[in-house]
């Protein structure tokens, strides 16, 4: 907290007010880059099917043509639960099917090949811009620019508001300060917006010029807030988003500390306002939740250098409640976003084709819907479901498209979610007999008209009632369910139902968001910097010997445009002992090295510590440190 000193009341009264000016300011960013987007997607019109339709995906209404890999063949077509629904025999390699209602369907040949085909339901409203629903495409590393227009078409047709792209730093820039031509990249960017799809870009490891070790974050982070500035540049008109880091808090992608992330977040976050004063700057986002990592990194007090809290998570459905409340709690009240997500399922069968049997197909859809469903429910503003394409990590099977792009059952799942649930926000839930399910209250735009949507399912077959009837019940595909005036009738397959909105007005609250913390960025930031093989990732923490003094090397960067001159002072707990150089000056664009020096003096044969770090520097603001020591 700042205070005041005898002589200096006008000049702290000015800052205050420019820092309560600022924080007001703060809190309109995130409405601001929203608006800034609807700006560019003015011309954005209903998706229609592409006139090749790519993955054989079709809407509702559409004469349906499949082309099968032989001229001459008898073909069955299946539908959903394997129930043969027509016969036939090509003509001139096509399988004429008609109009087929809303559903995911496959064709059997006598060759026995198994070709998937998906029929949606028209969009016949815009997805809104804030709408929760979206999905990871990874369209630049997953796609050459032939298909990048129609695996954009298939997210649009889906009803998808905002989809996670892959960012190749080297690849962007191969050298400090220099930048490429255009590349895929860019492709990737243009086609997505001018699909009316909103771009989050991650980026995952550092070029090699900045650290050789490239899964570690670069020393320097002068290096990561200049590409996020002309990064921000460069795609103002196409990137909305960008996370700075994927899941640096696990060992694949550099297994750092909280304090390293903070820091780290800060850089980024100034580059990027620096490039784009609209961007959306997210957290560089958490893998999981270690309680060490999120304590570590919230002592940073990082929360001005976020606009969006994000998180990944893998975790079985039933463990959402308590996954979400540890992140809440550190997320100052700032909007959450789930930038990856599933439960895993394992591929069978031929190693090649990495294919899920028919019965773990049906539960990846049933799995995805819930998924959406419970993450909007705990608070999520924005879920990407991982992912749309083909993809497998050993025995795991994470898409929702098959390599030819056609689908599984749940890309039509998916495709449920993002008509039913267009831009769903929580109203509540509701309990299903005595504990045998629950329903959870959303309030959305379905066909661009606000209703109140019902997504419910039980562990075993029940029914409740509701209290009108509704205009529209659905099962996880979109199919049409034929109800009973206000009984409705659930098992373990989601449903959704459609009500006048309003209708529910009794129902138990959701999850309340944590409360939004105010703070101002500052130019100025602190890093510490160990070698990567003294951190203890399960502490978030730096090892070091009883007995012994460790120096740590201590960076003040200056990202403003005025010389910064204060002191360091450095607080640490009973038998630590902490000592810093006091006086520092950095000028604008400097990194300014000094040495923190600790010593643990206590009897304990095991200990940890948290130290701070904190700058005063008058107009220039206060920068803090918190990093965490732990005697091994």
């Known amino acids: 907290m700042r205070r005041c000193r005898?002589?200096?009341l006008t000049i702290l009264t000015a800052f205050e007010f420019r820092k309560s000016f600022a924080r007001f300011c703060a809190g309109l960013l995130f409405a601001a880059s929203i608006i800034h987007f609807e700006a560019h997607a003015e011309s954005r019109s209903i998706p229609h099917p592409l006139p090749s339709h790519p993955g054989n995906v079709f809407v509702a209404g559409e004469d349906i043509l499949i082309k099968l890999p032989s001229a001459q063949t008898t073909w069955k077509l299946l539908n959903y639960e394997g129930i043969t629904l027509k016969e036939g025999r090509t003509e001139n390699e096509m399988a004429q099917l008609g109009r087929l209602p809303v559903g995911y369907y496959e064709i059997k040949t006598s060759e026995s090949a198994r070709i998937s085909l998906g029929i949606l339901e028209p969009l016949?409203?815009?997805?809104?811009?804030?709408?929760p629903v979206g999905i990871d495409v990874a369209m630049a590393w997953f796609f050459p620019k032939e298909k990048m227009d129609e695996v954009a078409n298939l997210c649009a047709l889906a009803g998808m508001n905002r989809v996670r792209d892959r960012l190749g730093w080297e690849q962007m820039e191969p050298k400090r300060g220099e930048f490429a031509a255009h590349n895929q990249y860019d492709d990737s960017a243009e086609i997505q917006s001018k699909a009316g799809l909103q771009i989050l870009q991650v980026s995952h490891i550092s070029a090699s010029w900045a650290n050789p070790h490239v899964t570690h974050f670069p020393p320097d982070l002068r290096d990561i807030h200049d590409f996020y500035r002309e990064m921000a540049k460069r795609w103002r008109n196409e990137v909305v988003a960008f996370e700075p880091w994927n899941e640096a808090d696990i060992k694949m992608f550099g297994g750092h500390t909280g304090s390293e992330m903070a820091s780290?977040?800060?850089?980024?976050?100034?580059?990027?306002?620096?490039?784009n004063s609209n961007v959306i700057a997210c957290l560089n986002v958490f893998a999981i939740r270690r309680a060490a990592t999120l304590s570590d990194f919230n002592n940073n007090e990082t929360w001005p250098y976020f606009d969006t809290f994000n998180l990944h998570h893998y975790e079985p459905l039933k463990n959402y409640p308590a996954l979400y409340s540890d992140f809440r709690a550190i997320s100052a009240g700032k909007p959450m976003w789930v930038s990856e997500c599933s439960v895993h399922i394992k591929w069978s069968g031929d190693e090649k084709l990495k294919e899920l049997s028919d019965e773990d197909a049906r539960l990846q859809s049933v799995r995805l819907t819930k998924t959406y469903a419970l993450a909007i429910y705990q608070g999520a503003a924005a879920v990407f479901y991982f992912m749309l394409p083909h993809y497998t990590e050993g025995k795991l099977q994470y898409g929702i498209l098959r390599s030819d792009l056609t689908p599984r059952p749940a890309y039509v799942a998916a495709a449920a979610v993002g008509h039913l649930l267009a831009g769903a926000k929580p109203r509540g839930r509701i309990e299903i007999g005595d504990k045998a399910g629950q329903a959870y209250c959303f309030s959305a735009e379905p066909d661009g008209k606000p209703a109140d949507v019902l997504l419910a399912w039980a562990n075993t077959n029940a029914s409740f009632e509701l209290p009108s009837e509704p205009s529209g019940c659905f099962d996880h595909l979109g199919r049409t369910k034929s109800i009973s005036g206000k009984s409705v009738s659930v098992g373990p397959s989601p449903i959704f139902v459609v009500?006048?909105?309003?209708?529910l007005s009794h129902v138990i609250p959701p999850p309340?968001?944590?409360?939004?913390l105010s703070g101002e960025p500052i130019p100025l930031l602190l890093q510490a910097l160990l070698p990567e093989n003294d951190i203890i990732l399960e502490k978030s923490a730096y090892k070091m010997e009883a007995g012994k003094q460790k120096r740590i090397p201590l960076f003040l960067y200056n990202f403003g445009n005025q010389n910064a001159e204060g002191k360091l002072t450095v607080n640490a707990p009973l038998d630590w002992k902490a000592q810093i150089t006091s006086q520092i000056t950095a000028?604008?664009?400097?990194?300014?090295?000094?040495i923190l020096e600790v010593e643990y003096s206590g009897s304990a044969t095991s200990a940890q510590a948290d130290i701070r770090v904190t700058g005063n520097f008058g107009s220039g603001g206060n920068p803090i440190l918190a990093l965490r020591l732990a005697i091994e």
């Open 6 to 8: 005898p002589g200096s």
């Open 124 to 131: 016949h409203a815009l997805t809104p811009t804030n709408s």
């Open 264 to 275: 780290l977040q800060k850089a980024a976050y100034l580059g990027l306002k620096a490039g």
């Open 499 to 503: 009500l006048k909105k309003g209708t």
């Open 512 to 516: 309340k968001p944590a409360p939004l």
């Open 587 to 594: 000028k604008p664009g400097e990194r300014k090295e000094t």
